[in-house]
């Protein structure tokens, strides 16, 4: 196990030359009630232990900046460090929240530029900036779908369709905004079902919630159908822009039929997400939708750029965050948007839809089974397992631990749930085709050793730090007991 930085502390040992002069003893404004008694029990130790010990941890970990990063639906991609340094400039970093318009020009620029961006991205005809993750853009959505049956007097419609292929966050809104959800199945191409969808509607239906591509890595073939179903029945469309890098600058959901979607800035537009880091979900709505989106929003006007709010927008299902979203990533979003521009938009799209269908294609000639053989990947494509778990006992899981051994981070395992031992491989536009071939050629390795070591499958990860986990036990029954003792102890 890596070693504890409590088990090098040393009574008195401390980084001298870092050490500020005479901090606590200068708070002279705290009342004694509430200064400590005896020191905090931190570990003490010199200043090189303490650079080696984390940038030992930091090289225990994997990381986009490390190893390749497959991971289907989440799309951690490199992101360009200009858009990070951008967004960490002086003036944009110590404005204060709540700084007055006057003083707020910049930032409110670049809040209005986003907007104006998102919205012909998305052929949307207004667009929140307010929402903090992908989840928070659903729930938005559907509140405004919600609010807006509820403006008409209509308090019949109690159902949500969710597809069965959905991210669980879809189910999970429609559940919080107080809807029934109604699952619809997928048929064998990877296409929402209609004959499933046409029974299911009525005067019931709120609406539905779709990801197009599809978290199966397909176009949605009949989505103008699909839309006019809805439409038809007086119900809404939602789409989970999670997989927008897949269309971009290419298809535009507003001309899908979509009247209300979110949009991952930390999948498509610069911020990698991985655990569990800050996000942002903008909510772009159409004709029918936008005046309920949430508040604030940026607007202008001949005296500049002023914060939209419930005055100016009176139908606004109201505030979801506080200030206006997480700055931050808006204005990496902003930066990396102009960066590209329109030409880059469709770059992006065409190099992931590329590199996806290359690597699907070398992994099927190389013998693996496509999850849906007859369509064409988006920017992602799954894999199923489900021959080789019965004829050679190793599940996804374990193929997913063996790649870890070559340096390269799993895919996404066991989502779509509709797919038996399904990997979810997505290689991002920013992959060189090198990397992609050295990941093919891992696999076709793993492949041989499933016929001739399949143990040496079973147990790996045999070269990382810590081998195959208990999970659950480690969710459950963390070991902190070295930490917790230097606590007692205190
Ligand atoms: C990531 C993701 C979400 C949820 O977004 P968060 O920002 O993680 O809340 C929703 N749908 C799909 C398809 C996703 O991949």
């Known amino acids: ?74 799309t951690m991609k490199y992101n360009p460090r200009g858009v990070h340094k951008a967004a960490q400039l002086p003036g944009f970093l110590q404005r204060h929240p709540l700084a007055p318009e006057s003083h707020s020009q910049g930032y409110m620029a670049c809040a209005y530029e986003l907007q104006e961006i998102l919205k012909s991205v998305t052929g949307m005809r207004a667009v929140s900036l307010t929402p903090m993750a992908g989840a928070q853009g659903e729930f938005t959505g559907v509140a405004m779908i919600r609010a807006y049956h509820h403006a008409r007097h209509d308090r019949a419609r109690t159902e949500m369709l969710v597809p069965d292929a959905a991210h669980g966050t879809n ?19 990877g296409n929402v079902n209609i004959d499933a969808l046409r029974a299911a509607v009525g005067p019931q239906t709120a609406g539905i919630m779709l990801t197009n591509p599809s978290t199966l890595g397909v176009f949605e073939q009949k989505i103008k159908e699909i839309a006019a179903i809805l439409h038809d029945v007086g119900g809404l469309l939602y789409y989970d822009g999670a997989n927008l890098n897949a269309i971009l ?14 949009i991952n800035l930390h999948k498509t537009f610069a911020t990698p997400h ?22 604030p929003m940026v607007g202008k006007s001949a005296t500049g750029y002023e914060w ?82 019965k004829e050679y006992h190793i599940s996804a899981l374990d193929v997913a631990k063996r790649l870890l051994d070559a340096g390269m981070h799993a895919p996404t395992m066991y989502f779509p749930l509709l797919v038996p031992e399904c990997l979810l491989i997505e290689p991002t536009e920013t992959e060189t085709r090198e990397v992609l071939d050295a990941f093919v050629a891992t696999m076709i390795l793993i492949l041989k050793e499933m016929q001739t070591q399949p143990d040496k499958i079973k147990q790996a990860p045999q070269y990382l730090p810590v081998s195959r986990l208990d999970e659950v036990a480690a969710a459950r029954e963390p070991e902190v007991v070295a930490g917790q003792e230097v606590i007692e102890h205190a």
């Open 308 to 389: 939209l709010t419930a005055k100016a927008c009176p139908q606004t299902i109201g505030r979801l965050s506080t200030f206006m979203g997480n700055a931050g990533i808006l204005l990496r979003a902003h930066f990396y948007a102009r960066l590209l521009g329109a030409a880059g938009m469709q770059r992006v799209a065409e190099f992931a839809t590329l590199n996806a269908n290359y690597m699907l294609k070398r992994l099927t000639a190389a013998g693996f089974n496509a999850a849906f053989p007859k369509r064409r990947a988006s920017h992602e494509f799954i894999i199923t397992l489900k021959k080789e778990a």
């Open 274 to 295: 991985g655990g569990g880091g800050p996000g942002s979900g903008p909510v772009a709505a159409g004709e029918r939708l936008a005046a309920f989106l949430p508040t």
């Open 171 to 189: 189910p999970a809104t429609a559940a919080q905004c107080g809807y029934t959800v109604r699952e619809i199945p997928t048929d064998a191409d």
């Open 1 to 74: 196990m890596p070693e504890l930085i409590f088990d090098l502390s040393r009574k008195g040992r401390c980084a001298h030359a870092q050490l500020p002069p005479n901090t606590l003893q200068n708070a002279t404004d705290i009342p004694a009630e509430l200064l400590r008694v005896q020191p905090a029990a931190l570990p003490e130790v010199s200043e090189l232990q303490a650079v080696r010990h984390f940038t030992r941890l930091s090289q225990l970990n994997f990381s986009i900046d490390t190893h390749f990063y497959p991971l289907g639906s989440c």
């Open 249 to 262: 600058g290419k298809v535009r959901p507003g001309d899908m039929g979509f009247d209300v979607m979110h």
